[in-house]
């Protein structure tokens, strides 16, 4: 397994190498982008873009780890078709990332900042993940040269070993400021002081729950793989989505690394409909089977929506302060 890591790793870094050399040069940039074909789209979004460098990353990693570990290849699977036509029409629009964003608390709202590599493995038979590498490679760029900077992530949870690259999370708060930020929480039962990292297209009838829970720790980002890093870097406590537009090779990763670290990803949907009082397990997402009687990506997309978290206990009692609000507005919808 260490092996196996250890290239994936590797790989990882040759993909975030791509992404930056792609983006050096904008007129060559703006020649690498296509339009996704029917089958092939995110039916979250009305025109829905890959560029070169999205297949040139895809299969550099099949390429690698076929030749490192042969056979591995066809067991890998990922968003992107290998074909590239490059047939492109003026009314396509294609939004470009930027460089000059500003986080909000340290989580960045969009931008190239956003963009994450995203490699997992689990186990064919379980389905639960086993290995995580996310590679961000725009993390900061040097003002003379212009070049960007990256940084890799790492986790491994396999037969009982729980590893990872991360130092403990970065928004750990001592019991004062936890208090402070409780009492002026405007949720009005008690102080639930958590903070969430949501999409931008996320539902009213969630975020007027989560605003209720939250208060003002509610924050908004691009990229599936990014806010699930926001969860792992300690940047927010929870990654919620209920769309079903996120899928297996946007959550394999992050869930692998959050598994290592004591956290995990969980379906939504069955986490609502849960009654916590019969001790059922966690409704953990598994990535060997794909969703009977759907087509194309979708049979891969995650239905449910997803719950990205670190701790156990903490996601139980976000879970029942966000039950306790999503009722009432779910009456009046």
């Known amino acids: 397994m260490s092996d196996i890591l250890q290239e994936l790793l590797r790989v990882s870094e040759k993909a975030a190498n791509i992404a930056r050399a792609c983006r050096q040069q904008e007129t060559l940039f703006q020649l690498l982008i296509e339009e996704k074909k029917e089958g092939e789209k995110n039916k979250k979004f009305a025109v829905d873009f ?14 690698n780890m076929e030749n490192k570990f042969p056979g591995l290849g066809k067991k890998i699977f ?8 490059n047939d492109l029409d003026s009314t396509y629009q294609y939004i470009k990332g930027s460089a000059d964003i500003t986080p909000n608390q340290g989580i960045f709202p969009s931008g190239l900042q956003c963009v994450t590599v995203l490699i997992g493995v689990y186990d064919i038979q379980t389905g639960v993940p086993l290995m995580g590498v996310i590679n961000q490679p725009f993390v900061s760029q040097d003002l003379h040269t212009r070049r960007w900077r990256g940084q890799c992530y790492w986790g491994l949870s396999y037969l009982g070993t729980n590893i990872h690259s991360l130092l403990p999370p970065i928004s750990t708060r001592s019991n004062s400021e936890t208090q402070s930020q409780g009492t002026q929480n405007p949720s009005s039962e008690g102080s639930c002081p ?19 829970v939250c208060g003002e720790r509610i924050f908004r980002a ?7 890093l926001c969860v792992i870097l300690g940047l927010a406590d929870i990654y919620i989505f209920s769309e079903d537009t996120t899928f297996k090779w946007d959550s394999c990763a992050a869930h692998a690394i959050l598994r290592a670290m004591g ?15 019969t001790g059922l397990d966690l409704p953990q997402l598994v990535y060997h089977v794909g969703n ?8 891969w997309a995650n239905k449910g929506g ?6 156990e206990k903490q996601l139980e009692t976000f ?7 999503l009722a009432p507005v779910a009456t009046h919808t």
């Open 306 to 311: 997803l719950i990205a978290y670190r701790s």
């Open 263 to 277: 956290g995990g990803m969980v379906d939504l949907k069955e986490c609502l409909e849960r009654n916590p009082d």
């Open 222 to 228: 691009a990229g599936a793989g990014y806010k699930s």
């Open 50 to 63: 890959k560029t070169l460098a999205d297949v040139l990353v895809q299969e550099v990693i099949k390429e």
């Open 194 to 212: 958590f903070s969430v990292v949501i999409s931008t297209s996320e539902k009213e009838t969630i975020k007027g729950a989560l605003s209720r």
């Open 78 to 85: 990922g968003e992107e078709s290998n074909e590239f036509t």
């Open 319 to 325: 879970l029942s302060h966000l039950l306790q609000h």
């Open 292 to 299: 009977e009687g759907a087509a194309g990506v979708d049979q």
